[in-house]
């Protein structure tokens, strides 16, 4: 709902590459002050992997909108694979959010 993934949205611009083709859900990348957003259209399930380009770093925490903790992430085979919980807030679309920590 927008109600949870709002921060995502509004005021949020769209990252280099707006989305990820051939992904088996749809990904989208939006970027906010400090955050970058991955956007997965519907649930994932298990580990959800992105390109390892995308901007994290090993001081990176990563969130779900509508959780409350950091998820676990690893880097490994140049993917990023972001553990996903066993309960979503979203049938819709679930936002992993990236804080950028200096």
Request: hydrophobic share 35%; net charge positive; charged share 20%.
């Amino acid at each position: 709902s927008l109600k949870v993934n709002g921060p995502a949205i509004y005021g949020s611009t769209p990252w280099v590459r707006a989305e990820e083709e051939g992904s088996p859900l749809g990904i989208r990348y939006t970027v906010t002050p400090g955050k970058f957003n991955i956007i997965a259209l519907g649930k994932p399930t298990g580990t959800l992997s992105v390109p390892g380009d995308i901007p994290i770093s090993a001081t990176s925490r990563v969130r779900l909108l509508g959780t409350s903790g950091s998820l676990r992430w690893t880097r490994r085979d140049g993917k990023i694979n972001i553990t996903v919980p066993s309960s979503l807030p979203s049938d819709i679309a679930n936002v992993f959010t990236v804080d950028w920590i200096r």
